[in-house]
C-alpha cells in the first residue's frame, strides 16, 4: 500500500504486480514533463516524458498518464520488477524565453518491490 | 556519449570551512544547472547558466554559495562558510539548449545528471 512516512512517501507493491505513481503539479503554463528514477548513490535518470498536448505516453513497461484539468501525472510500471526500486521524481518544464528551460522538481516517491 | 561528472563523490567539513565542487557536463550542452538535493527530498535548484552566463541563481544563498562557469564548459560550485543545514547531495545536470519554438513542437531536452557530491557537514 502507500503510506507517508517522514520524508518520502512510499509505494510497496509485490514483484509481478503493477506500480501507479502520483504526482502533482502546479504550473499549468508547464510545456512538458518528465519521470526521473533515482537509484541510492546515484543521480536522477530520465525514464519518459509527455508533452503538454498528450494525455497518455507509452514506453517499454511504463506509461506516463497527464490530466491538465486537475494537474496530476501519473507514471504507471507494468510487471513490477526489483530493479524498479527506487525514488521517483516527476519534473515540470516551462520555456523560458530565450535562456533555455526551468525544471521544478516534485518531493518523490519511494517504489518498494516485495519479492 | 560520456555522461556528467562530478567530484568529489563524498566530502565531510566541520561547519564555518569552506568547500568547493567540480562539474563537467556533456560536451555540447549549453545549459548547466546545480541542484542541492537534502535527503527525502526533490532536487532543488540553486543556479542555472547558460554557457559562461547566469539565467537564475533567485534560489542560491549568495551570501555563502557562489558558482562559475568561466569558459562555458566546467563549472564549479563554492560553499564558504558552511552550515549545518547545508548537509546535502550537490547534483549537477547538463542539457542542450532548446530555443522555445522547438520546445513547444516537441523538441525537448531532458536534464542529464551526474552522481552528484554527497556534502556531510559536522
Known amino acids: 500500500g502507500e503510506s507517508v512516512g517522514l520524508h518520502l512517501p512510499t509505494l510497496s507493491v509485490q514483484e509481478g504486480d503493477n506500480s501507479i505513481i502520483n504526482c502533482a503539479y502546479s504550473?499549468?503554463?508547464?510545456?512538458?514533463f518528465i519521470w526521473y528514477k533515482q537509484e541510492s548513490g546515484k543521480g536522477p535518470q530520465f525514464i519518459i516524458d509527455?508533452?503538454?498536448?498528450?494525455d497518455k505516453r507509452q514506453g517499454q513497461r511504463v506509461t506516463v498518464l497527464l490530466n491538465k484539468t486537475v494537474k496530476h501525472l501519473s507514471l504507471q510500471i507494468a510487471a513490477t520488477q526489483p530493479g524498479d526500486s527506487a525514488v521517483y521524481f516527476c519534473a515540470e518544464i516551462w520555456f523560458r524565453g530565450n535562456y533555455g528551460q526551468n525544471f521544478v522538481f516534485g518531493p518523490g516517491t519511494r517504489l518498494s518491490v516485495l519479492p | 556519449e560520456a555522461g556528467v561528472a562530478q567530484s568529489p563523490r563524498y566530502k565531510i567539513i566541520e561547519k564555518r570551512q569552506s568547500v568547493a565542487f567540480w562539474c563537467n557536463p556533456i560536451?555540447?550542452?549549453?545549459?548547466l544547472y546545480w541542484y542541492q538535493q537534502i535527503l527525502g527530498q526533490g532536487p532543488k535548484l540553486l543556479i542555472q547558466f547558460q554557457n559562461n552566463g547566469v539565467v537564475d541563481d533567485s534560489q542560491l544563498p549568495k551570501d555563502r554559495f557562489s558558482a562559475e562557469r568561466l569558459k562555458g564548459v566546467d563549472s564549479t560550485l563554492k560553499i564558504q562558510p558552511a552550515k549545518l543545514e547545508d548537509s546535502a547531495v550537490y547534483l549537477c545536470?547538463?542539457?542542450?539548449?532548446?530555443?522555445?519554438?522547438?520546445?513547444?513542437?516537441?523538441?525537448?531536452?531532458?536534464?542529464?545528471f551526474g552522481n552528484g557530491t554527497r556534502l556531510t557537514v559536522t
Open positions: 509527455i508533452r503538454s498536448n498528450m
Open positions: 545536470a547538463s542539457s542542450l539548449w532548446v530555443p522555445g519554438p522547438l520546445v513547444r513542437t516537441g523538441e525537448n531536452s531532458p536534464l542529464h
Open positions: 560536451s555540447g550542452h549549453a545549459t
Open positions: 504550473n499549468s503554463a508547464s510545456d512538458y
